[in-house]
């Protein structure tokens, strides 16, 4: 019984080690990435996994061979050590010197897909190719908000483009042929989309896994994000749109929030539809405005 510990922490260290070799076999993996950063995320995402894997083993395995070699016994004494200062230093500045390279290298990748001022200086640069949303987090559902077609079409108008820029820097200003859904992101292939982020009651979060992006909504603030997918999954069916359902289920695309929210967290749930072209995503929107839209004046 005495090599029992260290019997057992081995087994479980190679059964963790085998297991992530095989996983991807069954699927237990990263989804396959659908945006134009996927790629460097998934970069980064395995670059610190091997350079985290290898560390794991390592100090996994001096604590087993410890464990086997030195098991206590009745008739064993310990021996007192003062250590070894050149070994703790040496195992203090490698991973210090790795983390550090590891936050170089993600520098660039972060700056693109987070900070605020890059996202701005995209819409600057031309808002026509830039689809705006808004979507507002609440217990315990997405609600989106998309421009309507006529207010899309003043993209296209250089003279209103260049005086409604820095409005749409910060958020997608509100007008009443605004288009809205719930819980259903849409856009089409190919095109960026800033999406506003925003939570009516407590933190949220907006996590698309197969676009690797994910955002936390903060109460009080409006958070950017954005996206490009290089992949569609949307089709029509009738006078509906759908995604690969049941048949393709590596074409449903989940919207998730990963921040404890409430007793129906687990509930709030959306998906993402990219439709292949831009007129197919216009087709949905004026259904979706036709459905939906406000009240007229006579109405009321």
């Known amino acids: 019984m005495r090599h029992f510990w260290g019997i057992l922490f081995a087994v479980v260290l190679a059964a963790a080690f085998i297991l992530t070799a095989v996983a991807p076999l069954f699927g237990w993996w990263l989804p396959a990435g659908v945006s134009t950063y996927s790629s460097e995320i998934d970069l980064l995402y395995y670059g610190i996994l091997i350079v985290t894997g290898v560390f794991f083993v390592l100090t996994e395995g001096v604590l087993v061979y410890n464990m086997l070699r030195f098991a206590g016994g009745p008739a064993r004494k310990a021996q007192y050590s003062h250590g070894n ?41 031309d808002p026509s190719h830039i689809l ?26 250089a003279a209103k483009k260049q005086a409604t820029v820095k ?30 982020l925003r939570t009516r009651d407590v933190g949220h979060a907006f996590f698309v896994p197969v676009l690797r992006v994910k955002q936390d909504s903060m109460p009080g603030r409006t958070l950017p994000l954005w996206f490009e997918a290089n992949e569609s999954n949307t089709h029509k069916v009738g006078n509906e749109w759908q ?21 129906r967290h687990s509930m709030m749930r959306g998906k993402v539809f990219v439709h292949p072209t831009k007129d197919d995503f216009m087709a949905w929107l004026r259904a979706q405005q036709k459905e939906y839209s406000p009240p007229t004046a006579a109405a009321q």
Not at 87 to 104: D, H, R, S
Not at 169 to 194: A, I, S, Y
Request: proline share 6%.
């Open 85 to 125: 200062h050149r070994l703790e230093m040496i195992w203090t500045v490698v991973p210090g010197v790795i983390l550090i390279l590891l936050a170089v290298l993600q520098i660039n990748v972060w700056a693109d897909i987070k900070y605020p001022t890059h996202m701005a200086k995209m819409v600057e640069d």
């Open 243 to 263: 995604d690969g359902g049941t048949e393709n289920p590596a074409l449903v695309w989940d919207l998730v929030c990963t921040q404890y929210c409430g007793s």
């Open 167 to 196: 409005e749409y820097q910060k958020r997608l200003p509100e007008r009443r042929d605004d288009v809205f859904d719930v819980n259903n992101v849409h856009t089409w292939k190919g095109q960026k989309t800033v999406v506003f």
């Open 132 to 157: 705006p949303m808004e979507v507002t987090t609440r217990q315990w559902e997405f609600r989106i908000r998309y421009p309507s077609p006529e207010h899309l079409a003043e993209w296209a108008d």
